[in-house]
């Protein structure tokens, strides 16, 4: 039961830093992050953040305001994964500025929704400038 919290609190953490609107050329995946901390920290969740909404930064403040009672394995896989979430995070806002011009020029009808416009440059195999496409990978939508 308290395994089973842990892992549905972090596949909210996840849901929260995908909803933030993601670097694994460079990057690891929400996925991956989550991952990280269900393994290391599931139990440091339990115990030391148990009341915490599920969110990335509250769970990160929460973990960091207790790190004197948690593992040593966790103190140093959760800064780690929480470092990729925002690096991922930023990322998914860079595409939009790095493929402003593919997006114009090649998915026009999807331009003014951004969910669609992104899906549709996922898609385009030709003529994505080299930031797009780097941009577009870093993200993970590639």
Not at 20 to 26: H, I, K, L, N, W
């Amino acid at each position: 039961m308290v395994r089973a919290s842990s892992l549905a609190l972090l596949a909210a953490v996840v849901a929260a830093s995908s909803a933030m609107s993601p670097v694994m050329a460079e990057t690891m995946t929400f996925e991956n992050a989550a991952g990280i901390l269900a393994d290391s920290c599931g139990k440091d969740i339990d115990a030391n953040c148990a009341g915490v909404n599920l969110d990335a930064p509250r769970l990160k403040e929460c973990l960091t305001r207790n790190q004197d009672s948690v593992s040593a394995q966790c103190r140093a896989d959760y800064v780690r994964a929480f470092d990729a979430i925002g690096k991922r995070g930023a990322a998914r806002i860079a595409v939009g500025k790095q493929c402003e011009r593919e997006k114009q020029k090649m998915c026009a009808e999807e331009q003014d929704k951004p969910g669609l416009a992104i899906a549709c440059l996922a898609k385009v195999s030709r003529g994505l400038g080299p930031g797009c496409i780097k941009a577009l990978g870093d993200a993970g939508y590639r």
